[in-house]
């Protein structure tokens, strides 16, 4: 019974940081792209203030429940469940040394002038954005691999017996 309860708690905690990601990657940084350098400044300034809770939250979540996944889980599931905690604790490194830096210098700009090469730095957080989300991504479809063959074999598990012919 715990394996279930810890593969359902990383199922959750990973799809809800791979869907945060993904959301932001797809619709709010592309929309910084199309707005006016100040709305995008002050916009990302006041939602990393926002996320920094809640994704470090999540993100510390889908480690736990995927490394507690690997610990109580055997053979291949073991290997699937370290990976996707690896990937959720390269979620939260890429996260921490390469966007939380450039949020910081974000902050300063908009309140101040950007520098002569905003335009790479923004363009580097926007790499470390997609990174951190593809490796969200892996750890959500891992455990969800996981899941399904924890459910195909409970089912075959309770499948009754096919009569033998006499």
């Given at each position: 019974?715990?394996?279930?309860?810890?593969?359902?708690?990383?199922?959750?905690?990973?799809?809800?940081?791979?869907?945060?990601?993904?959301?932001?990657?797809?619709n709010?940084?592309?929309?910084?792209?199309?707005?006016?350098?100040?709305?995008r400044?002050?916009?990302?300034?006041?939602?990393?203030?926002?996320?920094?809770?809640?994704?470090?939250?999540?993100?510390?979540l889908?480690?736990?429940?995927?490394?507690?996944?690997?610990?109580?889980a055997?053979?291949t599931?073991?290997?699937?469940?370290?990976?996707?905690?690896?990937?959720?604790?390269?979620?939260?490194?890429?996260?921490?040394?390469?966007?939380?830096?450039?949020?910081?210098?974000?902050?300063?700009?908009?309140?101040?002038?950007?520098?002569?090469?905003?335009?790479?730095?923004?363009?580097?957080?926007?790499?470390?954005n997609?990174?951190?989300?593809?490796?969200?991504l892996?750890?959500?479809?891992?455990v969800?691999?996981?899941?399904?063959?924890?459910?195909?074999?409970?089912?075959?598990d309770?499948?009754?017996?096919?009569?033998?012919?006499?």
């Amino acid at each position: 019974m715990p394996i279930r309860l810890v593969t359902g708690l990383a199922l959750l905690s990973t799809g809800l940081l791979a869907g945060a990601f993904g959301y932001g990657a797809v619709n709010v940084a592309t929309t910084f792209n199309v707005v006016p350098l100040d709305v995008r400044l002050t916009f990302h300034s006041a939602l990393m203030q926002m996320n920094g809770p809640v994704m470090q939250t999540t993100m510390g979540l889908a480690a736990l429940s995927s490394v507690a996944l690997a610990v109580l889980a055997r053979g291949t599931h073991r290997h699937l469940a370290g990976a996707a905690g690896a990937l959720a604790v390269a979620s939260f490194l890429i996260t921490r040394f390469g966007n939380v830096p450039i949020n910081g210098r974000i902050k300063v700009w908009a309140v101040t002038t950007p520098p002569a090469d905003y335009a790479t730095q923004l363009q580097r957080w926007e790499t470390f954005n997609v990174v951190r989300t593809l490796t969200a991504l892996a750890a959500f479809v891992l455990v969800i691999v996981i899941a399904a063959r924890m459910a195909r074999t409970a089912q075959a598990d309770h499948r009754p017996a096919l009569p033998v012919p006499a």
